[in-house]
């Protein structure tokens, strides 16, 4: 509950505030000692990781609370999970909700999908009837309410590509006026659609998604996206990327004979702290018997 309440003062303070995406436990760590105030899951790269395969609705709910809950141990800082589309009609998603929840979320994104999801800014993504994807938002609402949380809703519609530009916004206006708390047009492919998105329900905080090597959505930095009118901003693909190449190239040294140097990759010690040696050895210590 305290890093709910966490998340939404910082939707209520001044500027834009950046989240990069983490997709496990030691990527959030270093989120959280990079000194960002929050970050959230990214469904792509838990798929990735998790199972090496693709973002398309392979991955489970059961795996994704799992890792999630991991996810939120780890960290001090709110963490904003990637539910996809709730894993089912409303009925599954307010289990999905309410799961989500008891792993100590602070905020959860919800799509407006069919199953099986596409990922964003890929082909063949398809949406819900307008009316489905509106009863799910109250279902995410009363789940909340059931919970006895207050965890934020994220409110994400894919009519954009799906559809148009003006059923994302009808969409997103309706889920402003069934509960939900920040809005969310994925795949937006101007600066004009994403002011659109902004004078939509002034009252409530918007987030903009700057996907990585080459999206639909014009990357900005967060000063044009704060004078545009966003309050959220996320990297989803930005540590998976790095740690692909970083990975591959360290292969490449392997293979050929020699280790990694040290400019590409901490010392051991360095590791080790990292990961909370030190301080498991203070423990150790204060708990050690003669």
């Known amino acids: 509950m305290e890093k709910v309440k966490v998340l939404r003062r910082l939707l209520e303070s001044p500027g834009v505030h950046q989240g990069p995406a983490c997709f496990d436990a030691l990527s959030a760590k270093l989120i959280e000692s990079g000194g960002f105030q929050y970050c959230i899951t990214s469904g792509f790269s838990i798929a990735a990781s998790r199972l090496g395969l693709p973002d398309t609705g392979l991955i489970s709910y059961g795996e994704m609370v799992d890792q999630a809950r991991l996810i939120a141990e780890a960290v001090s800082i709110p963490v904003i999970v990637d539910a996809d589309n709730g894993y089912g009609n409303a009925m599954n998603l307010k289990r999905t909700v309410k799961g989500f929840i008891a792993a100590g979320l602070a905020g959860i ?126 990297y989803p693909l930005s540590l998976l990327g790095v740690s692909i190449l970083a990975m591959q190239d360290a292969l490449t040294s392997i293979k050929g004979g020699a280790v990694p140097p040290p400019s590409t990759m901490p010392s051991f010690e360095q590791i080790k702290d990292l990961v909370g040696f030190n301080e498991y050895y203070k423990q150790e210590d204060r708990y050690a018997t003669p």
Request: charged share 25%; aromatic share 2%; hydrophobic share 45%.
């Open 109 to 234: 994104i919800l799509e407006d999908q069919v199953a099986p999801k596409a990922c964003g800014h890929t082909r063949g993504r398809k949406v819900v009837g307008r009316e489905e994807a509106v009863m799910k938002i109250r279902a995410a609402v009363d789940a909340r309410r059931e919970s006895g949380s207050d965890i934020v809703i994220v409110a994400r519609t894919d009519a954009r590509q799906a559809v148009s530009l003006e059923e994302a916004l009808i969409r997103c206006k309706a889920f402003a006026d069934a509960g939900a708390d920040v809005l969310f047009i994925d795949a937006l492919s101007s600066v004009q659609e994403m002011t659109s998105l902004c004078q939509l329900s002034p009252h409530l905080p918007k987030l903009a998604n700057m996907l990585e090597g080459g999206g639909k959505t014009p990357i900005l930095t967060p000063q044009q996206l704060q004078h545009i009118g966003y309050k959220l901003v996320v």
